[in-house]
């Protein structure tokens, strides 16, 4: 079946736009996470969904950053008034049911964003 | 807080010489390790995990890696590499309650002829 698709794979911005990244998770899975990959860093959680909740918004960064989840399917991850510091891959990944750690996360090709 | 750090952020590795990649972690309970592999222009991919039981674990395209608690250590290994394994590697902690994951920062593998 199909894997976990992300779309743009590439966007290229200007400083102070808003961007909008998708998800789209493999079917039936219920949790979806979106972390995000800088140069030089390692993969930095930013947001978990189980179905259309968030429980934990620990890792976005600022108010700038917001994600969304609706029909528990398709997510969306919004930057606002982007900066140059939010250039970064930004990944996504799903599995069945988060609260189980033998459910394994699978990792979509990530978006890489670039901000002028 | 947990954390995942990876000693060596680029290894050169002859094709057909062994293999052996760092990662140490910080976590409080026992924790849920996993290798992840990204190759070029892909996502990544789970090598292997270890939840409990038998310390030593085996993976995918034939690696391995040994949980050493005393050593908070879960390195990844593999007797004989080959071109296709040039790619970054991440270690990662997942926490009780749900499946965030604490990743390292990586150590990219280059395999020269």
């Known amino acids: 079946g199909a894997g976990v698709s992300q779309s743009p794979s590439n966007k290229v911005t200007e400083k102070g736009k808003d961007v909008e990244l998708r998800c789209d998770p493999i079917?039936?899975?219920?949790?979806l996470y979106w972390y995000r990959q800088s140069l030089g860093q390692g993969l930095e959680f930013l947001i978990y969904f189980q179905g259309n909740s968030a429980p934990d918004k620990s890792g976005l960064p600022s108010d700038r950053f917001s994600a969304e989840r609706t029909g528990g399917s398709v997510s969306t991850l919004t930057i606002q008034r982007t900066q140059q510091e939010d250039s970064a891959v930004y990944l996504c990944a799903s599995s069945l049911e988060g609260t189980n750690p033998y459910n394994e996360q699978f990792f979509g090709p990530g978006t890489r964003l670039t901000v002028l | 807080a947990q954390s995942v750090t990876q000693p060596d952020i680029h290894i050169t590795v002859s094709e057909g010489a062994s293999l052996e990649l760092r990662c140490n972690y910080s976590y409080g309970a026992t924790p849920y390790l996993f290798w992840y592999v990204q190759s070029p222009g892909q996502g990544l991919q789970l090598l292997l995990k270890?939840?409990?039981?038998?310390?030593l674990v085996q993976g995918i395209k034939g690696f391995e890696a040994e949980f050493k608690r005393s050593q908070s250590s879960f390195n990844l290994r593999k007797p004989s590499v080959h071109w296709s394994d040039a790619a970054e590697y991440f270690c990662a902690v997942g926490s009780t309650g749900f499946q965030k994951l604490v990743f390292g920062t990586g150590t990219r593998l280059l395999v020269s002829p």
């Open positions: 079917s039936g899975h219920t949790a």
């Open positions: 270890y939840f409990s039981g038998d310390t």
